[in-house]
Nanobody, 126 residues
Framework: QVQLVESGGGLVQAGGSLRLSCATS????????MGWFRQAPGKEREFVAT????????YYAESVKGRFTIPRDSAKNTVYLQMNSLQVEDTAVYYC???????????????????WGQGTQVTVSS
């Protein structure tokens, strides 16, 4: 069975950095997109970043553009979210997602994905 496991969350001071990992296992050969979303308490899940798989194209939410990147290691079936210059507003549970169809910019929508990880908490303090 397909499994996505996020790790790397934690507590960090504003201005600091964290790297989240999303390790995939199971039948992943049909993955064409990997994405990151986040959800803060009382808010809807929002798009953070996505990359085609293997990585050819990427998109970022305007709020994280220039601060976050999505390194990937196709050989290890792992995608990362490198978060720099973190802000208090970045505090949320971060989720990794995998899609079996690449739909370009439409991959900014949560309903474009077929599998989800359990989430990892990122807390940014001032």
């Amino acid at each position: 069975q397909v499994q996505l496991v996020e790790s790397g969350g934690g507590l960090v001071q504003a201005g600091g950095s964290l790297r989240l990992s999303c390790a995939t296992s199971g039948r992943t050969s049909n993955f064409y997109a990997m994405g990151w979303f986040r959800q803060a308490p009382g808010k809807e899940r929002e798009f953070v970043a996505t990359i085609s798989w293997p990585g050819r194209t990427s998109y970022y939410a305007e709020s994280v553009k220039g601060r976050f990147t999505i390194p990937r290691d196709s050989a290890k079936n792992t995608v990362y979210l490198q978060m720099n210059s973190l802000q208090v507003e970045d505090t949320a549970v971060y989720y990794c997602a995998a899609g079996t169809t690449w739909r370009g910019a439409s991959m900014t929508r949560a309903d474009a994905y077929d599998y989800w990880g359990q989430g990892t908490q990122v807390t940014v303090s001032s």
